[in-house]
Nanobody, 128 residues
């Protein structure tokens, strides 16, 4: 079965950096788009970043553009989210997800609906 496991969350001061990882198993990782989402209690899950199957296309929400970088290493079945210049409003549980309904696609969904497998989430807390 498909499993996604996030790691790298934690507590950081505003202006600092964190790097999240998500390692996948149970699928041909290199075929599929990957996304990062985040959720604050009481709010809907929101899109953060996404990357297509070969890393050639990346997408970011306006709130993180220029500060976060998504990347992937298909040899390691891992997608990364490098987060710089963190702000208190970045505090959330961060989830990685994959869309296995389409493969080798150039474009990538930026809403959660098309993503069919999700990790358990990792907490990121940014103190002011």
């Amino acid at each position: 079965q498909v499993q996604l496991v996030e790691s790298g969350g934690g507590l950081v001061q505003a202006g600092g950096s964190l790097s999240l990882s998500c390692t996948a198993s149970g699928l041909t990782f290199s075929f599929y788009a990957m996304g990062w989402f985040r959720q604050v209690p009481g709010k809907e899950r929101e899109f953060v970043a996404a990357i297509n199957w070969n890393g050639g296309r990346t997408y970011y929400s306006d709130s993180v553009k220029g500060r976060f970088t998504i990347s992937r290493d298909n040899a390691k079945n891992t997608v990364y989210l490098q987060m710089n210049s963190l702000k208190p409003e970045d505090t959330a549980v961060y989830y990685c997800a994959t869309n296995t309904r389409t493969y080798l696609a150039t474009t990538v969904p930026t809403t959660e609906g098309p993503y069919d497998y999700w990790g358990q989430g990792t907490q990121v807390t940014v103190s002011s």
